[in-house]
């Protein structure tokens, strides 16, 4: 699986509202400018992201976009499968059943177990990595004021 600047533009936004918790809405032109973003392109983003209810939004002239919930709650594998798709590095893997679009007989695929192995190393890393654990990296390395 690669992760395409969709998926990419979605993180670094959800981060920067990660770095901002706590202090109000924050509005997207912000945003875009801090993370050197498109505002238009992030407004496509965000307007997934608060459909999958990680973000909500206030209108107004203090309005703008916040986390829906503490940046600790907030996995960065939701936030991909939101704006990418299923975690799979194989299109045989990307359904509920396992035999994907391409596969007839995963029960024979010698490979199968290999490509799974990848997409369950893959989910555990998204999934045990929270919008807070990003936060306290940029703390740590001394970059949360960008």
Known sequence: MRIST???????AMYDLALHHGQGPIPLKQIAERQLVSEHYLEQLISALRKANLVISKRGAHGGYELADDPGNIRVGDIIRVLEGPITPMDCLDTRSGTGPYCSHPELCVLRNLWKSL??????????TTLEDLRQDAYRLGVAGE
Do not use: A, C, F, I
């Open 119 to 128: 997409q369950d190393s893959m989910e555990q890393v998204l999934d045990n």
């Open 6 to 12: 969709r998926g990419e533009y979605g993180v670094r």
